[in-house]
C-alpha cells in the first residue's frame, strides 16, 4: 500500500548550494503520486530556476508574498491550510533563524507561521554556522514547536570544508516523510485518551477544594498524540488552554465528572492519566455559602481512584496505561511503589516541590518507570513540557507498533 499516494506536500526551497538536490528530492515524491506545491524564496532562485521547478512539479511555482495573479487568494493562508505536511529543504541557517523567531517577511515563513501542520526541515549550512551556539538554540526552539529536523550529515561541503552541516540526501528526506505518513496511517486506528488539569471538590457554592495543577503537560501530550494521527480524547479540569480543532475535548470540574467521562470514553488503546485529580471529596456538601466561623470542621471521603480502575479493568482496559506522580520526596521509590499498587505499565513521576519545573511550568523534568523489566528506567531532563510530550509519544509509539 502506498501511503504516499495522493498526498499534498508543500515544499519550501531556500537559498544554498543544496538547493540543487530539492529537484531530485521534487522527482522522488512526483513518482510515488505525491501532489507538490512549490515556494522559492528570493535567494533560491540564484541556485535553481523556477522554470526548472515547475516541470518537475507540474504546478506552479510561488515566490512572492503578494501575488497581484492572485490577489483575491490569499497564498499564505490557503497553502497552509492545502498542505498535508511542510518540508523545507534546504532549510538555511536564516531560515531558521526567522522561523524561530516568529519573523515573517516573505511568502516561506509567512506561510509556516500561518500554519497548523506539521513542518519538516532539512537544514544545509557551513559547518561552522552548524555549531554555532546560536544555530542550536533556534534548533532546539524549533522542536519545542514541533518541527521535525532531518539531518544535517557530514562530509564535504561546497565550501571545501568537511562536517557537519550538509544537507541530507532526497533519498534519505524521502525516507523520512514516507515513514512519517505510514505511522501516522497506522495511528490513525488508535484511540487515546488522556486526562489533564486540577479537579475541584465543592464545600458549598463558591469554595472548594483543589491543586496547583495547570493542565499544560497534558494537553502537550494530547496535542503530541494528535499531531502523530491518533484519535485523541482530552479529559480536562479547569483549565484556560486552548486545544486543537483535532483533539476532542470533555471538560469536567470534579473527578466524579471525570470519572464518568472516562467510563464513557472507553475502550481505547492507549489511556495517560496526568490530571491532579483530588484525593478527596466532601461527604455533604452545603446547598449555602457557609458563613465565616472560627472554625470548620470538614468530612471527607476518598474520591475513586480512576487510573486504579482502569488499570486493573477486566475487558476495558487498554493496551497501554500510563499514570503520572508528581512528588516532592522520595521520587523513584514513590513512583515505583504507585507502579506496582495501580496496576499500570509506566509511571512518569516529576518532582512539584522545584518551582520552576512542574506545576503552572512550561517546563519538566521527568522519570519514566516501566512495569515490564525488559525496559531500563529513565529520565528526561529539564526542556519545555511540549518537547517532553514528544518524547514520550515516540515511547508511546514504538510501544503500540
Request: include cysteine; glycine fraction near 4%; aromatic fraction near 8%.
Amino acid at each position: 500500500m502506498n501511503n504516499l499516494s495522493q498526498k499534498k506536500i508543500l515544499l519550501i526551497i531556500c537559498g544554498g548550494i543544496a538547493a540543487y538536490k530539492s529537484l531530485e528530492l521534487i522527482r522522488l515524491f512526483k513518482k510515488q503520486n505525491v501532489e507538490i506545491k512549490t515556494v522559492l524564496t528570493k535567494s533560491a532562485k540564484e541556485f535553481v530556476t523556477p522554470l526548472s521547478v515547475a516541470s518537475l512539479s507540474h504546478g506552479k511555482v510561488y515566490d512572492d508574498l503578494f501575488d497581484t495573479e492572485n490577489e483575491t487568494e490569499m497564498d499564505h493562508i490557503s497553502l497552509s491550510r492545502w498542505a498535508d505536511l511542510i518540508l523545507i529543504a534546504p532549510a538555511t541557517a536564516n531560515t531558521i533563524s526567522k522561523l524561530s523567531s516568529g519573523s515573517s517577511d516573505d511568502l516561506a515563513s509567512t506561510v509556516v507561521l500561518a500554519s497548523d501542520k506539521n513542518v519538516f526541515l532539512a537544514p544545509a549550512m557551513n559547518v561552522r554556522m552548524w555549531e554555532h551556539p546560536s544555530t542550536h538554540k533556534n534548533i532546539s526552539t524549533l522542536k519545542s514547536y514541533g518541527y521535525k529536523i532531518i539531518g544535517p550529515d557530514i562530509g564535504d561541503m561546497a565550501c571545501g570544508e568537511f562536517g557537519e552541516g550538509k544537507m541530507s540526501e532526497p533519498k534519505d528526506i524521502f525516507s523520512n516523510v514516507k515513514i512519517y505518513f505510514d505511522q501516522l496511517n497506522k495511528n490513525r486506528k488508535l484511540k487515546a485518551l488522556v486526562t489533564a488539569g486540577p479537579t475541584n471538590e465543592y464545600i458549598d457554592p463558591v469554595r472548594y477544594i483543589t491543586n496547583k495543577s495547570s493542565g499544560k503537560q497534558g494537553y502537550a501530550l494530547a496535542k503530541a498524540l494528535a499531531i502523530r494521527g491518533f484519535q485523541t480524547t482530552l479529559i480536562s479540569g479547569p483549565t484556560n488552554i486552548q486545544v486543537d480543532n483535532n483533539i476532542d475535548l470533555v471538560k469536567v470540574e470534579t473527578a466524579d465528572e471525570m470519572f464518568k467521562a472516562t467510563q464513557k470514553n472507553l475502550p481505547v488503546d492507549v489511556a495517560i492519566f496526568s490530571a491532579a485529580v483530588a484525593d478527596y471529596k466532601i461527604i455533604e456538601k452545603m446547598n449555602k455559602k457557609i458563613k465565616k466561623k472560627d472554625s470548620l470542621n470538614l468530612e471527607l471521603e476518598k474520591n475513586i481512584d480512576i487510573l486504579n480502575y482502569v488499570s486493573n479493568h477486566n475487558y476495558l482496559r487498554p493496551k497501554l496505561v500510563i499514570g503520572f506522580a508528581a512528588e516532592t520526596n522520595n521520587i523513584s521509590e514513590n513512583a515505583k511503589k504507585k507502579l506496582a499498587e495501580k496496576n499500570c505499565d509506566w509511571v512518569i513521576a516529576n518532582d512539584v516541590s522545584n518551582k520552576s519545573i512542574g506545576f503552572d511550568s512550561n517546563y519538566n523534568e521527568v522519570s519514566i518507570f516501566y512495569k515490564n523489566k525488559k525496559f531500563k528506567d529513565e529520565k528526561i531532563e529539564i526542556k519545555k513540557k511540549s518537547e517532553i510530550s514528544e518524547e514520550i509519544v515516540d515511547r508511546v509509539v514504538e510501544h503500540l507498533n
